[in-house]
């Protein structure tokens, strides 16, 4: 390349990168830049309208912060012409990549120089590579394939997911919510283990329906879930620890193993959820009891497509399941946190404060309980049961998750505080006499006290 052309080329390129270069610009505000030269056309010296690539651009930013002009100007290839001379290492370049799609090119040109003792740049080989199609993106796309899993026995494996459902009636906001639907199928059979509709979609959900189907069908040695909030936590990864359940969760992005739940989720809305809600739907209790009739009457008893059987009939082919003593069950589905022991050997929890050991203050201890009971906590230290912490405060009776329980109304006594009030008004108006307010609230309070005790007796 004659001198000229090559200093023409180098203020070429400055002048590609010119916005670029100034000292002033924050990494954000060059990184933006950057992409705006990107998706420019730039005049050649040449004549050809060219664009460079965000890496190109960065290359030309750091040869100018290094050695300025001139380092921009082009550079002659050291293996110029090399692989149209010796067409065999192109061959085989292709040849180890194919033998190895994740193999680099650098690596490439590393073997090739040691079996040929002949040098070609890495960037050589990885454009020559990615002209025949051959680049390691493309050998990944094709290579990547889903093969047809499907576990041994019934039970080995349980796959769970939530399903969006309709716009059901809910009496306690006076709107409506949508249906979420969780689910488990057993990967063997294709039964559907169990499934409730929630009006919220949160952990509590997700374990109060595995409790109720290991009840039901036995322990499963496999969950598999994916990588939302109800199926991602520290409470649910707690109760398959302490069952001997392996959780197991689905690579985002990834679809194996989730072709199964997505043929279940789009047979229940063809077969149930539009048939539901062309005949109305009038409580989330009603679109409960409609589909459990409907999962044991119609889909564990219909002949699957795959398997050939009913699915109920092929779980129940491998005999009688392993469940969970009722203690283990009780332990494994109570929630744990770890607090630290106030100066006053209080805890807090959910508002409410708990008094524990004077021994433990200023240590974490571990505190175990059910979240649809606040009112007994049982506390550890270092693994070893350390008391339960008593409660001085409780403003909720349940963890957040889960709805409070509503408090019955109570029966009308019949007093009218106003129209005794009134009465005693009419009356001393009629005689004379004052009225005794000491004794008007002394009978309110007692009556107020009975109001209590009736309350508390129901």
């Known amino acids: ?53 965000r890496s190109s651009i960065d290359r030309f930013i750091r040869a100018w912060r290094k050695g300025g002009l001139g380092a921009l100007r082009p550079t002659p290839r050291s293996d110029t012409g090399v692989l149209r001379a010796h067409p065999e290492l192109f061959d085989e370049a292709c040849a180890l990549r194919l033998e190895l799609p994740t193999r680099s090119a650098a690596q490439i040109a590393s073997i090739l120089y040691l079996r040929h003792h002949v040098r070609v740049a890495e960037r050589t080989i990885r454009e020559q590579l990615r002209r025949a199609g051959l680049h390691r993106g493309a050998l990944a796309a094709e290579q990547k394939a889903f093969g047809r899993y499907e576990a041994e026995h019934s039970n080995d494996r349980w796959i769970t997911d939530v399903l969006v459902g309709p716009f059901v009636p809910f009496p306690k906001s006076g709107a409506s919510v949508r249906a979420k639907l969780f689910l488990i199928v057993d990967d063997h059979s294709r039964l559907i283990v169990d499934g409730r509709f929630y009006a919220h979609e949160n952990a509590r959900a997700c374990q109060d329906l595995l409790r109720h189907a290991i009840c039901h069908r036995g322990l499963p040695r496999v969950l598999y879930a994916d990588n939302g909030a109800p199926f991602a936590n520290s409470w649910l990864a707690r109760t398959c620890a302490v069952l001997g359940v392996r959780l197991v969760h689905s690579k985002p992005y990834s679809p194996e193993g989730r072709g199964k739940q ?78 630290k022991v106030t100066r006053t050997a209080t805890v807090p929890l959910e508002g409410n404060a708990y008094g524990v050991d004077p021994s433990l203050v200023g240590r974490r201890v571990e505190l175990r309980y059910d979240p649809a009971d606040l009112t007994r906590i049982d506390v550890f230290y270092d693994g070893r049961p350390a008391g339960i912490a008593t409660p001085f405060v409780t403003k909720r009776r349940t963890h957040h998750s889960v709805p409070q329980a509503e408090r019955p109304a109570p029966e009308a006594t019949g007093i009218d505080y106003l129209a005794l009030v ?28 009975g109001d209590e005790a009736m309350g508390q007796a129901k």
């Open 422 to 449: 009134q009465k005693a008004h009419e009356e001393e108006a009629g005689t004379g006499m004052p009225i005794d307010f000491a004794q008007l609230e002394m009978f309110r309070a007692e009556q107020s006290e």
């Open 262 to 339: 997505e043929r279940a989720n789009r047979y229940i809305r063809e077969a149930f959820l539009e048939e539901a809600m062309h005949r109305g739907i009038a409580s989330l209790e009603e679109l409960n009891d409609a589909f459990s009739a409907w999962v044991a009457q119609v889909a564990n008893r219909r002949i699957h497509a795959e398997t050939k059987q009913p699915p109920i009939e092929r779980f129940e082919a491998d005999g009688p399941h392993g469940g969970a003593t009722e203690d283990k069950l009780h332990d494994a589905f109570l929630w744990s946190l770890t607090r």
């Open 1 to 53: 390349m004659e001198p000229d052309q090559s200093e023409q080329i180098a203020i070429h390129r400055f002048s590609v990168i010119a916005e670029a270069t100034n000292a002033h610009l924050t990494k954000a505000e060059r990184g933006e830049i950057v992409r705006a030269i990107a998706k420019r056309s730039h005049q050649h010296p040449d004549g050809t309208e060219r664009r460079y690539s």
